[in-house]
């Protein structure tokens, strides 16, 4: 990304077909249950999941591997001012794609201390890429569902399959702040956060989104998630091809 802080809130929904709900949908009852439980064992089941973003100003996607809720690659394609930002991430290594090669190589290994102004950016937890990564990871996720007091559930129809919807309203207070998603929710100030969250019948969580205001900029931010457990792999950029400038 150009710039970090206004950049913050980078991920969101999908272009497929929109990921809108059915017009009829109908409230739920006392019968559909805690959402929550269910969905921390999924995402920590998971072998892999594809995102969709979207923050009305920007747009991605990005793939991601896991193993027991850890995330072990991860590959992300976004764009910002109209620059493209492809990076990669196996294990503790992540890898940028350079707008312009440098040393005749393509890719740049990520590290703060990089002499490459856009390496240096994509190495900032508030990066895209560092938003991206944490967001991606079902421990961020559980932990923003535990600081949500749910306010409504309702039977759906979202792309064609039955969903349930949960309104919600996440309390920044009450997510740890010695976590990255609490550092992050941090910067939202304290006012409640109004998210939902749509569940399909196996509990995946399908779609996530949420409204904040960042440096007095509102944005509304929602992610798709699909290709639940569908055979993925990863691979660094060849080494022959990656600068540590």
Known sequence: MLAVLPLVLVVGCSSSSGGKPSAGSTSATGDI??????????????????LDTDT??????????????????????????????????????????LTT?????????????????????????????????????PGS??????AASTSNAAQQTLDGA???HWTMQVQPSKVGSSTPIGQ???????????????????SQP???AFSATLLGEHKDVS??????NAPLTITAPDPADVTHS
């Open 206 to 208: 399908v779609k996530l």
């Open 33 to 50: 249950a805690d959402p929550v439980p269910n969905v921390e064992a999924v995402l920590n089941s998971l072998t892999s999941v594809h």
């Open 223 to 228: 992610v798709l998630l699909s290709k639940f």
């Open 101 to 137: 090669p440098v040393d005749g190589k393509d890719w740049a290994e990520v590290k703060a201390d990089s002499s490459i102004p856009q390496v240096k950016i994509a190495a900032s937890p508030l990066s895209n890429v560092g938003v991206t990564t944490l967001l991606a990871s």
């Open 141 to 146: 996720v559980v932990a923003l569902l535990d």
């Open 56 to 97: 009305g100003t920007t747009k991605g996607t990005a793939d991601v591997t896991l193993t027991k809720g850890t995330v072990t690659a991860l590959h992300i394609m976004t764009s910002q001012d109209q620059v493209p930002y492809e990076t990669i991430t196996v294990g503790a290594s992540s890898y940028l794609k």
């Open 184 to 202: 992050l929710f941090a910067l939202l100030g304290k006012d409640p956060i109004p998210t939902e969250l749509w569940t399909n019948d196996q």
């Open 162 to 164: 039955h969903v349930v």
